[in-house]
């Protein structure tokens, strides 16, 4: 099995800052892409940015130049959110999508961490 764990979340005021983590362990040889998702009450889970092993990255409209995702040598992904607006506001999630160790691919969701950002 593959495991998630998202870390870094809490209340901030508008125009502060966070640092989500994840960390991924279990049979994993090689992960393909991450990616962070948000669900805010009542609306549906969005992508809020990805990358891949190549270090492509990709972000949601509305958080284009605030956020920022990296990923480390060691399989744990990260977002940087800067500048954060009340709408950033939800349960922010990572995903993961690649392979375990005997090449069988695997999709991975954590189990989600909050961020709270007050006006």
């Known amino acids: 099995q593959v495991q998630l764990v998202e870390s870094g979340g809490g209340l901030v005021q508008a125009g502060g800052s966070l640092r989500l983590s994840c960390a991924a362990s279990?049979?994993?040889?090689?992960?393909?892409?991450w990616g962070w998702y948000r669900q805010a009450p009542g609306k549906q889970r969005e992508l809020v940015a990805g990358?891949?092993?190549?270090?492509?990255a990709n972000y949601g409209d509305s958080v284009k130049s605030r956020f920022i995702i990296s990923r480390d040598n060691a399989k744990n992904v990260y977002l940087q959110m800067n500048n954060l607006k009340p709408d950033d506001t939800g349960v922010y999630y990572c995903?993961?999508?690649?392979?375990?160790?005997?090449?069988?691919?695997?999709?991975?969701w954590g189990q989600g961490t909050q961020v709270t950002v007050s006006s």
């Open positions: 279990g049979d994993i040889f090689r992960i393909n892409f």
């Open positions: 990358i891949t092993s190549g270090g492509s």
């Open positions: 995903r993961d999508l690649g392979l375990r160790v005997d090449l069988r691919p695997f999709e991975s």
